[in-house]
């Protein structure tokens, strides 16, 4: 009986001692390496809907910008015009080559930067939130054509694009159209691009013919194109009066 015991034991602290030479000679967990955010491209509508998601991040932001204010508020197109949630106000002013060039045509920006938390910023302090921007660019256009867009949406991803046509308007959609008949139709065999109804400002729709419940009118429209989609930074009517967010944007007729 003695001399079970006295083995027992020994086979348990010759385990014991294994297992504590194989803890000892396991390898070390490798060291978590942070992992760099991948840069994001948002136009302004996407964020001005959705601050919360990007406050705090580094983004790459597409926007337009009001020059009455000195070019330090990003804007969209809004049927209340002047409302805090219509912009976001620029921490810093523009550098003054990016100025220059802004005014050689519609005033368009690539910034990188952050996006502030919520708070009160600018002017009377009525912007709740603020760009930094360590970087901007003035962006020119690209002018492409309706069809080539519904025929290839994913030929010109992430582009600033200039596109003309006549805008379809219902309370619950927006179409842009290369070709319209008599009472705001489509003409047979058009090509068509949806457009997001929120982006159309009411003073735009207010000069356009109607019919109905649809309005219609021809207008230049200077938007985002991501992944078959355009988001509208500046709407111009063909005669120029009138533009999304305040940016009085005058019709263009030259290639950018």
């Not at 000892?24 to 491209?41: F, G, H, I, K, S």
Request: hydrophobic share 45%; glycine share 8%; aromatic share 4%.
């Amino acid at each position: 009986m003695q001399i079970r015991f006295l083995l027992r034991v020994a086979t348990f602290g010759l385990l014991l001692a294994l297992g504590t030479a194989c803890a000892q000679n396991r390898p070390a967990p490798l060291p978590q390496v942070a992992t760099q955010e991948a840069n994001v491209v948002v136009p302004l509508p996407a964020v001005l809907d959705a601050p919360q998601q990007w406050s705090g991040r580094t983004i790459t932001l597409i926007a337009a910008v009001e020059p009455e204010t000195g070019d330090r508020v990003l804007t969209r197109s809004s049927p209340s015009e002047g409302a805090p949630e219509a912009g976001i106000w620029l921490a810093q002013p523009l550098p003054e080559d990016v100025r220059r060039d802004l005014q050689q045509g519609p005033g368009l920006l690539k910034l990188h930067g952050v996006l502030s938390p919520p708070g009160a910023y600018g002017t009377e302090q009525r912007f709740p939130y603020q760009f930094t921007a360590d970087s901007a660019t003035a962006l020119t256009p690209e002018r492409s054509t309706i069809a080539n867009l519904a025929l290839n949406p994913h030929a010109l991803d992430q582009i600033v694009l200039r596109l003309s046509g006549t805008l379809l308007v219902r309370p619950d959609a927006a179409l842009l159209v290369d070709e319209v008949s008599e009472g705001g139709v489509p003409a047979s065999g058009a090509s068509q691009i949806k457009v997001p109804r929120s982006a159309l400002d009411q003073r735009l729709l207010e000069g356009f013919k109607s019919a109905g419940d649809v309005r219609w009118g021809a207008v230049e429209i200077v938007g985002w194109w991501q992944n078959g989609a355009l988001t509208p930074l500046l709407i111009t009517s063909s005669d120029g009066a009138a533009a999304t967010g305040g940016v009085l944007a005058p019709s263009a007729t030259s290639e950018p």
